[in-house]
């Protein structure tokens, strides 16, 4: 695929992820890509997915689309599971039909989150949460009705400059407060949409096996020093972040304590290793810093 032309369906267009992919293929001009998001497609619906595809005949489907209300669907896990799986599903089986490819990204909340080191792509999930049951629910159904031309990326801690996301959350209470309180236990690997959606790209047109992949940046940190980072980058006093517990911030939906998810499968397909987190922080800000800050 790679010295071809290559039709791109993208879903979830307007997301942090779904964004920065369009941004990423239009360098590549020759490429066609079409980026919907629900109001234009339904990825339920099985006849109109099916429609879309026989019209425009995709090489690569990315599947950026899902429902990410962690909390909410504590109480509302049909509507999560209508969209985290029951979705991937009707897109898988549409591609078997068409011939195309699908990337479905997938999250670290299908694991239990309460290992010691990161997460290989054959340990056990054990989702904790209604929306990890939901995700989890969607790579078995893509990996089973689309075998051998399916890739369910695993990634975790994402941030972008479209939508919401932690660190605009971050970048404004630090104009607002003197201090701030954040999660000190809680592990894993911010990760930011522009590095996953190139790498998500050379996964879709490279040579590596179909299968399950993880792709965070590397290295980890908890909340509290994703924070500090944070701080930094915005000239600000690091020290105005406080440790705390998670105890202290009871929520709906239980956070994974430990989110950190092992690349060894992507290096092992020969897949570009994806940059520091405190790297691609960095190079976030300094690319988007005025979108990071406008809050």
């Known amino acids: 695929m790679a010295d071809a032309a290559t039709r791109w369906l993208i879903t979830g267009s307007r997301g942090q992820l779904g964004t920065d992919l369009q941004q990423v293929l239009a360098r590549t001009p020759d490429d066609e890509v079409r980026a919907i998001q629900h109001d234009v497609l339904d990825i ?35 509507s999560a599971y209508k969209v ?121 047109r490279s040579d590596a096996p179909a299968g399950i992949y993880h792709c965070t940046s590397s290295g980890d940190t908890t909340w509290h020093g994703f924070t500090q980072a944070i701080f930094a980058e915005l000239g600000a006093d690091p020290a105005r972040v406080l440790p705390t517990t998670s105890d202290q911030f009871v929520r709906p939906a239980p956070r994974p304590s430990y989110s950190v998810l092992s690349d060894r499968a992507w290096r092992a397909a020969g897949l570009t290793p994806m940059p520091a987190w405190r790297d691609a922080l960095r190079n976030a800000f300094t690319e988007s810093r005025e979108v990071f800050t406008a809050g």
């Open 84 to 204: 985290n799986a029951t979705g991937p599903g009707v897109l898988a089986a549409a591609a078997g039909r068409t011939g195309a490819r699908l990337v479905h990204v997938s999250t670290d909340y299908v694991f239990a989150g309460d290992a010691d080191r990161p997460y290989e792509i054959t340990d056990r999930p054990d989702p904790r949460s209604a929306y990890g049951r939901s995700k989890l629910a969607g790579e078995i159904a893509v990996r089973e009705l689309l075998p051998e031309s399916s890739f369910v990326v695993r990634t975790a801690w994402v941030y972008g400059a479209a939508g919401a996301n932690f660190v605009k959350t971050m970048a404004r209470l630090e104009k607002s407060n003197d201090t701030v309180s954040v999660v000190d236990d809680q592990r894993g690997s911010p990760t930011w949409s522009a590095d996953l959606a190139r790498a998500l790209v050379e996964l879709a």
């Open 44 to 78: 339920t619906d099985s006849a109109a997915v099916s429609a879309m595809l026989t019209e425009f005949q995709p090489d690569v489907i990315v599947n950026a689309a899902a429902y990410t209300a962690v909390d909410q669907a504590e109480t509302d896990e049909e």
